[in-house]
């Protein structure tokens, strides 16, 4: 955990030497050989994509502990560990801030996790193969695509 933790305060002080202002911490959590997917609600920002679960980090919290919180409100799940960091990618907010969002691999509290939805409509299980079946953003794509091949 202690190299987790160095690695995410290494990217935070690079993202804000590009200029980024806004970070977002996502989640990618795996069930045997399928990864959980939020949909967002269809009146919200980039309404009706699924997404892994994410959120923004708040100024008084770290990288992980933002990951952690975010996790927990968004699908009720504890985060058991944060195993490492997948890959970022950037984008502008609804509000037109620069934003990165850094993606990790982690684990829960349950082998058959029960979600519960705070701020999404819909969520799903699905392998890489059934990806392309949903409304997925081509950077989310990318990072799912990365993993895999990781693996």
């Known amino acids: 955990m202690k190299k987790i933790k160095k690695d995410s305060n290494r990217l935070i002080l690079q993202a804000k030497k590009e200029g980024i202002i806004r970070y977002v911490a996502a989640a990618i959590i795996?069930?045997?050989?399928?990864?959980?997917?939020?949909?967002?609600k269809k009146d919200d920002f980039m309404g009706g994509i699924y997404e892994l679960p994410s959120g923004k980090v708040d100024d008084n919290e770290s990288l992980l502990e933002g990951l952690k919180r975010e996790i927990k409100e968004e699908t009720g799940l504890e985060t058991l560990s944060v195993v490492k960091h997948?890959?970022?990618?950037?984008?502008?907010?609804?509000?037109?801030?620069?934003?990165?969002?850094?993606?990790?691999?982690?684990?829960?509290?349950?082998?058959?996790?029960?979600?519960?939805?705070?701020?999404?409509?819909?969520?799903?299980?699905?392998?890489?193969?059934?990806?392309?079946?949903?409304?997925?953003?081509?950077?989310?794509k990318k990072i799912l695509y990365k993993f895999c091949k990781q693996k």
């Open 30 to 40: 795996k069930r045997k050989d399928k990864i959980l997917l939020l949909k967002r």
């Open 86 to 140: 997948i890959d970022t990618f950037d984008y502008l907010s609804k509000s037109k801030k620069p934003t990165r969002q850094f993606n990790f691999l982690i684990t829960v509290n349950q082998a058959k996790p029960v979600i519960n939805l705070s701020e999404h409509e819909d969520y799903v299980w699905v392998n890489f193969n059934e990806i392309n079946e949903l409304n997925v953003t081509e950077k989310v």
